[in-house]
C-alpha cells in the first residue's frame, strides 16, 4: 500500500496552522452516477495496477495469445465468386438461384467470350467494307487461337458451344454432322460469305476437297450423296431449319476475292455490298429459322433512320467446363491424361487468357479501328486481382505508422519521451489486426476485396487512437501518483474513454452487418472483431508495454536505445499537498491552485535542475483571466521551471529549446481554447456548420444509387476500356423468365402464353422483329406441331393415346387435331408431344433454351422399323423447370434496373394469381434487386445504430443529456457525409451504406473523449470545454492523424473504387469526425452542455496563515534578503477527490496519520475532476 512521502521533505519547521472555517459543501444531484462510474474506474484502477504488477508476464501471455489467433489467416479463404459475394442468403433472389442449381446445376449453359471493334476517331462509320476488313482480321485471329496442355492442342471448334447437334440414322452423315457442326458465333461477319471463315471445322468425302463452311452447299451436297445414302431425315432437319445454301448463297464482302464461290449474289457483279443494308435488321447463323442474330447484338450506337454506327461487337460462344468434361469423358483424345473438370475448367481458362491477348493485339497500332476483348475468365482474374493482398502497401502503411507514432512521441527529455512506446503500440495494433482477421478465418468468416483491400488500414488507424490517448495520460499523471499505481491510475482516467469507443465502434460495424449483402455482411463482422482484438490489445496488453516503459525511465535509460543511460534526466521534487486541517475528505471536488516562488538551479556537475523554494514565501491568489488561471498553468513540466533562465552557459546547458516546449496540448490551452470559446467565434463556428449542414442536405439529393462493373476495374486498362464501351453501346443483358413446378404445364397453356405476352411488353425487353415468331419453347413445339399435321404424316411419327398400349401408325397422326383453334395442345397429349419435338427438333429446342428439367426422354424414329416398337412414345415426366429467354436493352442507370425489376415481378405476381409459379432469373436481378430496399436498410440501420450509441453513452456515461449531444453531432456528421457523396458523384450502394453506418461508430472516437472530459470537469461551462479541449486535443488529433495515415496507403491502389469510395469517403469522415469534435462539440457543450456532476463552495479565511518562524539550518520559509538573479514561477495543484464507498483495489489513508495542508486563502476556481476510487491519493495538475 502506497503512502505518501515522510514530513523530511516538507519545510522543518513547519507546522499545522490553525483550522480554517468548516466548508460548506454543495453536492451534486447526480450522486448515482457518480458512485457508478466511480466503481467502473475503480476495477479499472484494480486491473491497470495488476498488469503493473505482472507487465512481463502478461506482455508474454499476450502476444503468445494474439500470435497463436494470427496463425488462424493461414486457412483463410477469399471468396471471389459474384454470386456468393452478392445476393443475400436467404433472400428472395438467393432461394430462385438456389432452385435453378438444384435443376440445372451449378454453371450456366455456355460462357460468352466478346470483341467490340470501335473507331479510333470518335463518331465514325463504322458500317464500311473497311471497317469490317478489320473486324474480320481481328476475330479470325481470335477464332485461330490455339493452347497446349496436357500433351493436347485445344483449338476453338473442340470447346465452342454447338446449338442443337442432331442425332441422324446414317452414320457417314452423322460423322460428318459431328466434325462440321458449326459453332455458335454472334457476329455481324455472318450475314457475309466471310462469317464462314470464323468456322475451324472440315470434313473429308473421297472425291472431293476437303468440306468447309466456305465451300460447303447444304442443298448440292444431299443432291450429290441421293443417290448413295437415304438423307431423307436429315434433308426434312435441314429444310426445317431453314438452312438453304448456308453461307455460300450470302454477298461476299470482297467479290474480287478468288474464294468467293459462284453462289454469292455479288459474285458476277464484283460490286462491294452496301453494310448498312445487310446488316439491317440484323443476320442469321448456318440456320435462317433458329439463328437469328438481332441487330442490337451487333451494332452499337446506331442512329435512327440513317445508316450509321458507332461499335461492332462479336460473341464466341464455349462450353461451360462440365459440358467439356462431358464432351470428352471416355473420348480417345482424353483416355490417357486422367481427364477431369478441374482439367476442363484449365483449358478454357488458358484459351480464354490467349484469346483476350491476341484479339488485342490484332490490328496494328495505325490502324483506324480499335479492339476490345473480353472474357468471363478476364472478371475473375479482375476478381481475384481485386482480393489479393498488396503486400507492399501494407508493409508501407505500418512503417509510416511506425515513423508517425514514433516521432510524435519522442521528447528532448528522455525521462518523458516514448518513442520506443509509439513503435510497440503500432506493432501491437498490427499484430491484434492479424489476430483479429485469423479469429475471423477460424470462424468461417470468408474474406473478400474489402477485407484483404481496406480493413487492414482502416483498423490500423482505429487501433492506433487509442494508444495514443493512453499514452498521453500515462505522460500526464498527476506528479503525486505512487508510481506503482501509474498504471492503474492512467486507466482509471482513459479506461472508460476507450470503452466507450470501442464498444460503439463494434455496435457500429454489428449494425452494418444488417446490410444484405454478403460481402459487406462479412466485411462488417470482420471489422467488429478486429476492433475487439484491438480493445484487448489497447486495455490488457499495452498497459503492460507502459509499465515496462516506466521502468526504463525510472532507471534513466535513453528512449528506443534502452541499454544506454540517459545523459541528461528531469528529476522532479514533488512537493506534496496535505490534507485539511480537521482531517477530513470533503464530499465533492476542490482544485485549488497556488503560485509560489521558486528557485531554478542547473548543476554543472550532474546537469540535474534543482528547484529551491523561497524563504517565507505567501500563497498568493493568481491574476484573473476569462477562462480561470487554473486552466493555463504549465502542469509541473520540468522545463517550465527554465522559463525565465538566464545566465552561464552550464544553464544553457539544459535548457530547453522553445521549440520543444510546444505541444498540442499547450496549442489548446493557450491559444485554441480561448479563441473557440469567444461569443462571436462560437456564433461564426455555429453559423458554419449550419450552412455546411444545409449544403449537406441538398448533396444528398443528389446521390443516385448504383455500381457499375466500370467502378471496380482499375481506369486506364484494356478492361476498364472494354467496359466503359460496351455500357456505352451494348447495355443488353440475357435474362430468363422461369416457371417452376407445383402447376400442369398442360393445363396452363393459356397462362403461359399470357406470362410471356406481359413480360414482353415490358419497356426494357428488346421485341424480336415482326418477322419472327417469338423464341420460346412452348412457341417453338405448337409451331412445330402444326408442322407436323400440315405435313400429312410425312414425317411418319406414330402416336399413343392416353391409356393405350399400343402405337399408333402414322395415319393417326393425320388425323388426330394437334393444336386447337386457341393455339393450345390437348392435355392429353401434352407431355407425348413434348417427348416427340425435342427428340426430333433439336435445332428448335436449343434455340428456345428451355432447360428442362427433368429433361424429356430421347426417343429416336425409324419409319422403316416393322416391329413397331418405337412407335410407342414415352411420356414426359411433369415439368419442374422450364424458361423463357429474352433480352433487356437500355439499362444504363440503376433506376433503369430497378424500373425493369419491378416490372417483371408485378408481371410474375400476375401470373402466379393465374397459378403460374414463375420468376426471373439473370444478372440484373442478382446484383441490381439489393437497390430495391437498399435505402430502407439503410436509414434503419443508422437510425438503430444512433439509438444504440445514444444507450451505450447514456449507460456508461451517466448522462443522457450528454449523451444526446453525442448523437446529434454523429447524426450531423453522417448526413453531411451523405451530402458530400452526392456532390462529388459517389453512387450509393452497399458499399458506402457500410461506411456511412460505420461513421456513426467511427465518430464516436472524437466525440466522446471531449464529451467525458467536460462532464468530469467543473467550473463555468466555458471552463470545462477548455479544459476538456486542453486535455483531449492531443490525442484525438493525433488519433485522427494516424487514422489519415492509415488510409493514406488506399490512395495508391490501382484500383479506383478503393480510392473512391473507401480513401475519399474514410477521409472526408475523418476530417468531418476531426472538425465536429474539437470545433462544433465544444461550442455546443459550452452553450448546451448539462450541469456538472459534483459542485463544492467553501467558506475560507479571509486570513492568510503564516507559519511560525522556523529553526536555523534547512529551508527557510519567509523573505530572503537576497534572491538569485533569475526565478520561475512554480504552479502546483491540489486536488480533493470523492471519498466514496470502499471499491475492489481502493486504499485509504488514516487521517491521524497524515500531515495537514491549509487551503490558499483566496478560494480558487473549481477544476477538473479526478474522481478515483484511491481516496486520498493526491492528484495535480
Known amino acids: 500500500m502506497a503512502r505518501p512521502p515522510p514530513l523530511g521533505e516538507l519545510p522543518p519547521g513547519y507546522t499545522p496552522p490553525a483550522r480554517p472555517a468548516t466548508p460548506q459543501i454543495l453536492a451534486g444531484s447526480l450522486k448515482a452516477p457518480l458512485w457508478l462510474r466511480a466503481y467502473f474506474q475503480g476495477l479499472l484502477f484494480s486491473l491497470g495496477c495488476g498488469i503493473q504488477r505482472h507487465c512481463g508476464k502478461v506482455l508474454f501471455l499476450g502476444l503468445l495469445a494474439f500470435g497463436a489467433l494470427a496463425l488462424g489467416l493461414r486457412v483463410a479463404?477469399?471468396?471471389?465468386?459474384?454470386?456468393?459475394?452478392?445476393?443475400?442468403?436467404?433472400?428472395?433472389?438467393?432461394?430462385?438461384?438456389?432452385?435453378?442449381?438444384?435443376?440445372?446445376?451449378?454453371?450456366?449453359?455456355?460462357?460468352?467470350?466478346?470483341?467490340?471493334?470501335?473507331?479510333?476517331?470518335?463518331?465514325?462509320?463504322?458500317?464500311?467494307?473497311?471497317?469490317?476488313?478489320?473486324?474480320?482480321?481481328?476475330?479470325?485471329?481470335?477464332?485461330?487461337?490455339?493452347?497446349?496442355?496436357?500433351?493436347?492442342?485445344?483449338?476453338?471448334?473442340?470447346?465452342?458451344?454447338?446449338?442443337?447437334?442432331?442425332?441422324?440414322?446414317?452414320?457417314?452423315?452423322?460423322?460428318?454432322?459431328?466434325?462440321?457442326?458449326?459453332?455458335?458465333?454472334?457476329?455481324?461477319?455472318?450475314?457475309?460469305?466471310?462469317?464462314?471463315?470464323?468456322?475451324?471445322?472440315?470434313?473429308?468425302?473421297?472425291?472431293?476437297?476437303?468440306?468447309?463452311?466456305?465451300?460447303?452447299?447444304?442443298?448440292?451436297?444431299?443432291?450429290?450423296?441421293?443417290?448413295?445414302?437415304?438423307?431423307?431425315?436429315?434433308?426434312?432437319?435441314?429444310?426445317?431449319?431453314?438452312?438453304?445454301?448456308?453461307?455460300?448463297?450470302?454477298?461476299?464482302?470482297?467479290?474480287?476475292?478468288?474464294?468467293?464461290?459462284?453462289?454469292?449474289?455479288?459474285?458476277?457483279?464484283?460490286?462491294?455490298?452496301?453494310?448498312?443494308?445487310?446488316?439491317?435488321?440484323?443476320?442469321?447463323?448456318?440456320?435462317?429459322?433458329?439463328?437469328?442474330?438481332?441487330?442490337?447484338?451487333?451494332?452499337?450506337?446506331?442512329?435512327?433512320?440513317t445508316p450509321l454506327a458507332h461499335a461492332l461487337q462479336s460473341t464466341f460462344l464455349l462450353m461451360s467446363p462440365r459440358q467439356l468434361y462431358e464432351h470428352f469423358r471416355g473420348d480417345y483424345q482424353t483416355h490417357d491424361i486422367g481427364w477431369s473438370e478441374e482439367q476442363a475448367g484449365t483449358v478454357l481458362q488458358a484459351w480464354q487468357r490467349r484469346f483476350v491477348q491476341l484479339a488485342q493485339e490484332a490490328l496494328p497500332e495505325n490502324a483506324s479501328q480499335q479492339i476490345h476483348a473480353f472474357s468471363s475468365t478476364t472478371l475473375d482474374d479482375i476478381l481475384h486481382a481485386f482480393s489479393e493482398v498488396s503486400a507492399a502497401r501494407v508493409v508501407g502503411g505500418y512503417l509510416l505508422m511506425l515513423a508517425y507514432a514514433c516521432v510524435t512521441m519522442l521528447r528532448w527529455d528522455c525521462a518523458q519521451s516514448q518513442g520506443a512506446v509509439g513503435l510497440a503500440g503500432v506493432l501491437l495494433v498490427a499484430l491484434a489486426v492479424a489476430s483479429g482477421l485469423g479469429l475471423c478465418a477460424l470462424l468461417g468468416i470468408a474474406f473478400n476485396a474489402a477485407t484483404t483491400q481496406v480493413l487492414p488500414f482502416l483498423a490500423l488507424g482505429i487501433g492506433v487512437d487509442d494508444i495514443f490517448l493512453l499514452a498521453h495520460a500515462f505522460t500526464e499523471a498527476p506528479p503525486g501518483t505512487p508510481l506503482q499505481e501509474r498504471t492503474g491510475e492512467c486507466l482509471q482516467r482513459t479506461g472508460t474513454?476507450?470503452?466507450?469507443?470501442?464498444?460503439?465502434?463494434?455496435?457500429?460495424?454489428?449494425?452494418?452487418?444488417l446490410?444484405?449483402?454478403?460481402?459487406?455482411?462479412?466485411?462488417?463482422?470482420?471489422?467488429?472483431?478486429?476492433?475487439?482484438?484491438?480493445?484487448?490489445?489497447?486495455?490488457?496488453?499495452?498497459?503492460?508495454?507502459?509499465?515496462?516503459?516506466?521502468?526504463?525511465?525510472?532507471?534513466?535509460?535513453?528512449?528506443?536505445?534502452?541499454?544506454?543511460?540517459?545523459?541528461?534526466?528531469?528529476?522532479?521534487?514533488?512537493?506534496?499537498?496535505?490534507?485539511?486541517?480537521?482531517?477530513?475528505?470533503?464530499?465533492?471536488?476542490?482544485?485549488?491552485?497556488?503560485?509560489?516562488?521558486?528557485?531554478?538551479?542547473?548543476?554543472?556537475?550532474?546537469?540535474?535542475?534543482?528547484?529551491?523554494?523561497?524563504?517565507?514565501?505567501?500563497?498568493?491568489?493568481?491574476?484573473?483571466d476569462p477562462l480561470g488561471s487554473e486552466l493555463f498553468s504549465p502542469g509541473g513540466s520540468t522545463r517550465d521551471l527554465l522559463g525565465q533562465e538566464e545566465g552561464t552557459g552550464q544553464k544553457a546547458a539544459c535548457k530547453s529549446l522553445p521549440c520543444a516546449r510546444w505541444s498540442l496540448a499547450h496549442f489548446a490551452r493557450s491559444q485554441f481554447a480561448p479563441l473557440l470559446l469567444q461569443s462571436h467565434t462560437k456564433a461564426v463556428v455555429l453559423v458554419l456548420f449550419g450552412a455546411l449542414l444545409g449544403l449537406s442536405l441538398y448533396g444528398a439529393t443528389l446521390v443516385q444509387d448504383g455500381l457499375a462493373l466500370t467502378d471496380v476495374v482499375p481506369r486506364g486498362t484494356k478492361e476498364h476500356a472494354f467496359l466503359s464501351t460496351q455500357l456505352r453501346y451494348f447495355s443488353l443483358y440475357e435474362v430468363a423468365l422461369v416457371t417452376q413446378g407445383g402447376f400442369d404445364y398442360a393445363h396452363s397453356q393459356r397462362a403461359l402464353f399470357d406470362l410471356h405476352q406481359r413480360f414482353s411488353s415490358l419497356k426494357a425487353v428488346l421485341p424480336p422483329p415482326a418477322t419472327q415468331a417469338p423464341r420460346t419453347w412452348l412457341h417453338y413445339y405448337r409451331n412445330w406441331l402444326q408442322g407436323e399435321r400440315r405435313g400429312d404424316g410425312q414425317g411418319g411419327c406414330g402416336w399413343q393415346e392416353p391409356g393405350s398400349t399400343e402405337g399408333l401408325q402414322a395415319p393417326w397422326l393425320t388425323t388426330k387435331k394437334l393444336v386447337d383453334k386457341e393455339g393450345l395442345i390437348p392435355p392429353e397429349l401434352f407431355y407425348m408431344g413434348l417427348t416427340v419435338w425435342v427428340s426430333s427438333d433439336p435445332l428448335g429446342l436449343a434455340a428456345s433454351q428451355a432447360n428442362f428439367y427433368p429433361p424429356p426422354p430421347e426417343w429416336l424414329h425409324d419409319k422403316y422399323d416393322t416391329t413397331g416398337e418405337n412407335l410407342r412414345i414415352p411420356a414426359a415426366q411433369p415439368l419442374e423447370f422450364a424458361q423463357f429467354p429474352f433480352l433487356l436493352r437500355g439499362l444504363q442507370k440503376t433506376a433503369d434496373f430497378v424500373e425493369a425489376i419491378e416490372g417483371a415481378r408485378a408481371a410474375c405476381a400476375e401470373a402466379g394469381r393465374a397459378g403460374v409459379r414463375a420468376y426471373p432469373s439473370g444478372s440484373p436481378f442478382l446484383f441490381w434487386e439489393q437497390y430495391l430496399g437498399l435505402r430502407r436498410c439503410f436509414l434503419l440501420a443508422v437510425c438503430t445504430l444512433l439509438l444504440c450509441t445514444f444507450l451505450v453513452c447514456a449507460l456508461l456515461l451517466l448522462n443522457p443529456w450528454t449523451a444526446a449531444l453525442i448523437v446529434l453531432v454523429l447524426a450531423m456528421m453522417t448526413v453531411e457525409l451523405f451530402g458530400i457523396m452526392g456532390f462529388l458523384g459517389i453512387k450509393l450502394s452497399a458499399i458506402p451504406v457500410v461506411i456511412l453506418v460505420a461513421s456513426v461508430g467511427i465518430g464516436v472516437e472524437f466525440t466522446v473523449?471531449?464529451?467525458?472530459?467536460?462532464?468530469?470537469?467543473?467550473?463555468?461551462?466555458?471552463?470545462?470545454?477548455?479544459?476538456?479541449?486542453?486535455?483531449?486535443?492531443?490525442?484525438?488529433?493525433?488519433?485522427?492523424?494516424?487514422?489519415?495515415?492509415?488510409?493514406?496507403?488506399?490512395?495508391?491502389?490501382?484500383?479506383?473504387?478503393?480510392?473512391?469510395?473507401?480513401?475519399?469517403?474514410?477521409?472526408?469522415?475523418?476530417?468531418?469526425?476531426?472538425?465536429?469534435?474539437?470545433?462544433?462539440?465544444?461550442?455546443?457543450?459550452?452553450?448546451?452542455?448539462?450541469?456538472?456532476?459534483?459542485?463544492?463552495?467553501?467558506?475560507?479565511?479571509?486570513?492568510?496563515?503564516?507559519?511560525?518562524?522556523?529553526?536555523?539550518?534547512?529551508?527557510?520559509?519567509?523573505?530572503?534578503?537576497?534572491?538569485?538573479?533569475s526565478f520561475a514561477r512554480v504552479t502546483t495543484s491540489m486536488t480533493v477527490a470523492l471519498h466514496p464507498p470502499p471499491l475492489p483495489g481502493a486504499y485509504i489513508h488514516p487521517a491521524s496519520e497524515e500531515p495537514t495542508w491549509s487551503p490558499a486563502a483566496t478560494p480558487a476556481a473549481n477544476g477538473p475532476s479526478n474522481l478515483g476510487s484511491r481516496g486520498l491519493c493526491p492528484a495535480t495538475g
Open 515 to 624: 446490410v444484405p449483402i454478403p460481402a459487406l455482411r462479412a466485411f462488417s463482422l470482420q471489422a467488429a472483431i478486429v476492433v475487439g482484438c484491438n480493445f484487448a490489445a489497447v486495455m490488457l496488453v499495452f498497459p503492460a508495454v507502459l509499465s515496462l516503459d516506466l521502468h526504463r525511465r525510472h532507471c534513466q535509460r535513453l528512449d528506443v536505445l534502452c541499454c544506454f543511460s540517459s545523459p541528461c534526466s528531469a528529476r522532479v521534487i514533488q512537493i506534496l499537498p496535505q490534507e485539511l486541517g480537521n482531517g477530513t475528505v470533503p464530499v465533492g471536488i476542490a482544485h485549488l491552485t497556488a503560485t509560489v516562488q521558486a528557485f531554478a538551479h542547473c548543476e554543472a556537475s550532474s546537469q540535474h535542475v534543482v528547484t529551491i523554494l523561497p524563504p517565507q514565501a505567501h500563497l498568493v491568489p493568481p491574476p484573473s
Open 77 to 305: 479463404i477469399i471468396e471471389t465468386d459474384l454470386e456468393q459475394l452478392w445476393v443475400e442468403a436467404g433472400s428472395r433472389v438467393s432461394q430462385e438461384l438456389k432452385y435453378t442449381k438444384e435443376k440445372l446445376g451449378e454453371e450456366a449453359a455456355y460462357t460468352s467470350q466478346m470483341l467490340i471493334q470501335t473507331p479510333r476517331q470518335e463518331g465514325e462509320n463504322v458500317l464500311t467494307p473497311e471497317a469490317l476488313d478489320l473486324h474480320l482480321q481481328a476475330a479470325l485471329t481470335a477464332s485461330k487461337v490455339q493452347v497446349s496442355l496436357y500433351g493436347k492442342s485445344w483449338d476453338l471448334n473442340k470447346i465452342c458451344y454447338k446449338s442443337g447437334v442432331p442425332l441422324i440414322e446414317n452414320g457417314m452423315i452423322e460423322r460428318m454432322i459431328e466434325k462440321l457442326f458449326p459453332c455458335v458465333i454472334l457476329t455481324p461477319l455472318d450475314c457475309f460469305w466471310e462469317g464462314a471463315k470464323l468456322q475451324g471445322g472440315s470434313a473429308y468425302l473421297p472425291g472431293r476437297p476437303d468440306i468447309q463452311w466456305t465451300n460447303l452447299d447444304p442443298e448440292q451436297l444431299l443432291e450429290e450423296l441421293g443417290p448413295f445414302a437415304s438423307l431423307e431425315g436429315f434433308r426434312e432437319l435441314l429444310d426445317k431449319a431453314q438452312v438453304g445454301q448456308a453461307y455460300v448463297g450470302r454477298p461476299c464482302l470482297h467479290p474480287d476475292d478468288l474464294h468467293c464461290p459462284p453462289s454469292a449474289p455479288n459474285h458476277h457483279s464484283r460490286q462491294a455490298p452496301n453494310v448498312a443494308q445487310e446488316l439491317s435488321g440484323g443476320c442469321h447463323g448456318f440456320s435462317h429459322k433458329f439463328m437469328h442474330w438481332q441487330e442490337e447484338l451487333l451494332l452499337g450506337g446506331m442512329l435512327p433512320q
Open 1009 to 1125: 473523449h471531449v464529451a467525458l472530459g467536460f462532464l468530469t470537469a467543473q467550473g463555468s461551462r466555458n471552463l470545462r470545454a477548455a479544459r476538456a479541449l486542453e486535455r483531449t486535443f492531443a490525442p484525438v488529433t493525433d488519433g485522427a492523424i494516424s487514422t489519415l495515415l492509415g488510409l493514406l496507403m488506399l490512395a495508391g491502389s490501382n484500383f479506383d473504387f478503393i480510392v473512391r469510395y473507401f480513401f475519399v469517403v474514410l477521409t472526408i469522415l475523418t476530417l468531418l469526425g476531426l472538425l465536429h469534435g474539437l470545433v462544433l462539440l465544444p461550442v455546443l457543450l459550452s452553450i448546451l452542455g448539462p450541469p456538472p456532476e459534483v459542485v463544492q463552495m467553501y467558506k475560507e479565511s479571509a486570513e492568510v496563515l503564516s507559519p511560525p518562524a522556523p529553526q536555523g539550518g534547512g529551508l527557510r520559509w519567509g523573505v530572503a534578503s537576497t534572491l538569485p538573479q
Open 497 to 513: 474513454s476507450v470503452t466507450l469507443t470501442s464498444i460503439n465502434n463494434m455496435v457500429a460495424f454489428f449494425m452494418a452487418a
